[in-house]
Each structure stands twice: as structure tokens, then as C-alpha cells.
């Protein structure tokens, strides 16, 4: 098992919530391949591979409010 830091789980978590906000006309099946792009290219996909932190994400996203 992989131990994910607060600020790590803060970050993903921040990265779902704002995919939300910039994508309220995607469902989640549809915004993931952005966000595991936007995770590659992140300072934390050194240490955590997405699988290590998609379902973190994935609540993010689902706490996350659409932009109107």
C-alpha cells in the first residue's frame, strides 16, 4: 500500500474540485483522461502513480462545484 501525505491528498483532491469548476459539461468518465494527464504533469506524479490517487481525485471532483 502506498501512503499518500496530507498535502499530496490535499493536492488531488484540489485537482478534482477545479476540474469540476473549469469542466461542468463533462461527466467524470469524460474529465478523467484530462486529469490524469494534469496528474502526470504534476510535481506528485513522481512519487504517486494515478492509480495511487484516483479515487481521491474522483471525490474531489464529485465535492467540486460546476461553474455556471
Known sequence: ?????????L?????GKVAR?????LDWEEAEPH???G??????AANLQWSDVSEIV???WERG???T
Open 35 to 37: 486529469l490524469i494527464v
Open 1 to 9: 500500500m502506498v501512503t499518500i501525505s496530507e498535502v499530496e491528498r
Open 58 to 60: 474522483r471525490q474531489g
Open 21 to 25: 469548476a473549469q469542466l461542468p459539461h
Open 39 to 44: 496528474w502526470k504533469s504534476g510535481a506528485h
Open 65 to 67: 462545484e460546476p461553474s
Open 11 to 15: 493536492y488531488a483532491e484540489m485537482l
